[in-house]
């Protein structure tokens, strides 16, 4: 059981980073912390993402240099790349996401004058 | 030749034009409008030659860049989507026209290119997700959209921004679990292409990976697209957002949700596992009555018009997707007509809450009294907008309705034909109160003569019609309900009939 556990150990660790990040959106009434919540849940699915691109000893995939015409090329000696590239417009989306966030924070706060969920849904119904 | 351009054009045109608007807009401000209806007559012109070639030469394949896929991003476009294409361009060309007074009105000046950026950026994100035949890329296009509907909804007043932050919540929990359903096709097949995976996933189809990575995607989608007990986030931020964001979103969003449903579960998967291997269609199906008898009965608790009409929504998205809970060729008839006739409803329905907020102020539904005096045109449309939603013939809503009915008959599912007979009737009654409530004239019983009473006299109301601006296109929306009702069996035999997967 252990030796399962820890032969997948990528896996678990971002199912524990999606679960704090739900717990965060889910539970907490501030808004900040919201946020945050928000921010783990993508970096997990980021870090998933690279997790499975990985492979032991094997290196960036540029393949050139000496006699690369000549060599066969060995997909094992080489990490999967297109990971990488999903992940880089993903990053570039949560980026975007926290930027939108952010903003609408600041508005809210400029309006209510708080970040306490249950304080802005008062001062809305005001 | 420019044709075999078409799946490109539809999506680059507008993406370009809409980093264009903030720089003319501040040149010009009344130069943004005539950008945002140029990049969308292209994307309409796009889409109905799209739609002529497809009933000519069949399923067209577009590779962007001239890569193959499985490596490049490959657009497809059949007949299902190219529907949906010239449904999304028309209404939102309509929309555009609509909003000019309105968001006059309701913006300061130097915020209008903002606005329009926003448009029309949204806009080429939904027209992405549907021809996209990639699922990454239909993750990164339903972000666009949903960016920026989240960013056009806080320009509203109110409530606005905090809406607007629980729909970014809720909207990147729905697109994280979409991307991690992806990741987990990915692991197994290596492939993010739609058709490639159709050809790979067969084989797996036991495997648990694919498993969850399928209802990792139809959790994603369902929580976009405001599916039952995801909806949560629908009814404040479509509520606050300004009216002509409303009459936009609301009815496109949602259903290219549903859209991007079907493709999934019946392009991407092959309906025999969708429906086969896993209780997912079930499960859907009594989420969806449930959909339907929440936002009908939530719809009769509501004083806001908007927000009435939000809860309508969520009924809706019920509809299409008992269409396709129910999988079998009349109910998903039923479902993709809907998403059709769905857009024009609520983009009907929106746009006269909007002109009579724009005209009036008015949101409380209690406070439409005399409003045929003053609004009859306005007033007129809302009515049939309303009985389409009802589904009285021959307005498009009966149709579609018609066919969800007979294909829950012949599934032999009776609690679904009841449970859209019960909403039938829910929904007439909520909107004969509307209906009644503007139409009707109190009598005054403890006054006999009436003449007398100066206070409260019709008579004295004037008219204050909206707009021309605003008038034609909700005329040309209301006349599109007539027309897709009249001719849903021309639709359904030269396109929806083909829309259908061949083994189902």
Request: net charge neutral; hydrophobic share 55%.
């Amino acid at each position: 059981m252990i030796e399962y556990i820890i032969s997948k150990y990528n896996y678990w660790m971002y199912i524990v980073l999606i679960l704090i990040g739900i717990y965060a959106m889910m539970a907490k009434s501030n808004l900040m912390k919201k946020l945050i919540g928000m921010c783990i849940f993508q970096w997990a699915i980021i870090f998933y993402f690279m997790s499975i691109s990985a492979k032991r000893d094997a290196t960036i995939p540029i393949i050139g240099g000496h006699g690369a015409h000549t060599a066969a090329v060995h997909a094992v000696d080489f990490v999967n790349p297109l990971p990488s590239v999903l992940m880089l417009t993903a990053i570039v989306v949560g980026v975007a996401t926290t930027g939108i966030a952010l903003a609408l924070l600041i508005v809210i706060y400029r309006k209510y004058g708080t970040f306490e969920e249950d304080e802005v849904i008062e001062e809305i119904k005001k | 030749m420019i044709s075999e351009q078409f799946p490109a054009l539809i999506v680059v045109t507008p993406l370009i034009l809409s980093l264009f608007i903030p720089v003319v807009g501040w040149w010009k401000r009344k130069l943004c409008l005539p950008i945002v209806l140029a990049a969308l007559s292209v994307c309409m012109i796009s889409a109905v030659g799209l739609l002529n070639m497809v009933q000519q030469h069949g399923v067209i394949h577009y590779r962007l860049g001239g890569w193959a896929p499985p490596w490049g991003i490959e657009y497809m476009v059949d007949h299902l989507n190219a529907l949906v294409l010239i449904t999304i361009s028309f209404v939102a060309i309509l929309i555009t026209i609509y909003s000019k007074d309105s968001v006059e009105q309701e913006f300061p000046e130097h915020k209008i290119p903002t606005f329009y950026t926003l448009f029309l950026l949204n806009i080429t994100g939904l027209l992405g997700i549907t021809i996209t035949a990639d699922i990454f890329n239909l993750y990164v296009l339903l972000e666009i959209a949903s960016f920026s509907a989240y960013a056009i909804i806080a320009m509203g007043d109110r409530g606005a921004a905090f809406a607007s932050f629980r729909y970014v919540i809720f909207g990147t929990i729905g697109a994280c679990f979409y991307l991690l359903g992806v990741g987990h096709l990915y692991i197994v097949t290596g492939s993010l292409n739609m058709l490639n995976l159709a050809e790979l996933l067969p084989n797996l189809y036991y495997s648990k990976v694919v498993l969850v990575g399928f209802a990792f995607i139809l959790l994603g989608i369902g929580i976009k697209m405001a599916f039952f007990p995801l909806h949560t986030w629908l009814p404040d931020a479509y509520t606050y957002a300004p009216s002509a964001v409303s009459a936009l979103i609301a009815p496109l969003m949602t259903k290219v949700g549903a859209y991007a449903m079907i493709r999934v579960m019946f392009t991407v998967f092959e309906p025999n596992f969708s429906i086969g291997l896993f209780p997912i269609t079930s499960i859907l199906g009594w989420l969806a009555a449930a959909a339907i008898l929440f936002g009908s009965i939530m719809a009769l608790a509501q004083k806001d018009f908007k927000r009435m009409l939000c809860f309508v929504i969520i009924a809706e998205i019920g509809y299409i997707v008992i269409g396709i809970a129910v999988a079998n060729r009349t109910g998903l008839t039923g479902a993709i007509l809907h998403i059709v006739n769905d857009v024009f409803m609520m983009a009907c329905l929106f746009s006269v809450a909007g002109a009579i907020i724009y005209k009036t102020g008015i949101r409380d539904i209690y406070q439409f009294r005399y409003l045929h005096r003053k609004m009859p045109f306005t007033m007129a449309i809302l009515v049939i907008g309303a009985l389409s939603v009802v589904g009285v013939p021959p307005l498009c809503g009966f149709f579609s309705k018609w066919y969800l009915i007979l294909g829950a008959f012949e599934a032999k599912n009776w609690i679904f034909v009841v449970v859209l007979l019960i909403s039938t009737l829910i929904n007439a009654i909520l909107f004969f109160r509307v209906i009644e409530i503007a139409y009707l004239e109190p009598r005054e019983p403890g006054h006999a003569h009436a003449h007398a009473h100066n206070t409260g006299n019709p008579e004295g109301i004037k008219r204050e019609e909206a707009p021309l601006s605003m008038l034609i296109p909700m005329f040309i929306i209301a006349a599109g309900i007539i027309l897709i009702g009249v001719f849903s069996g021309e639709i359904i035999a030269r396109v929806i009939k083909f829309a259908i997967p061949a083994t189902l």
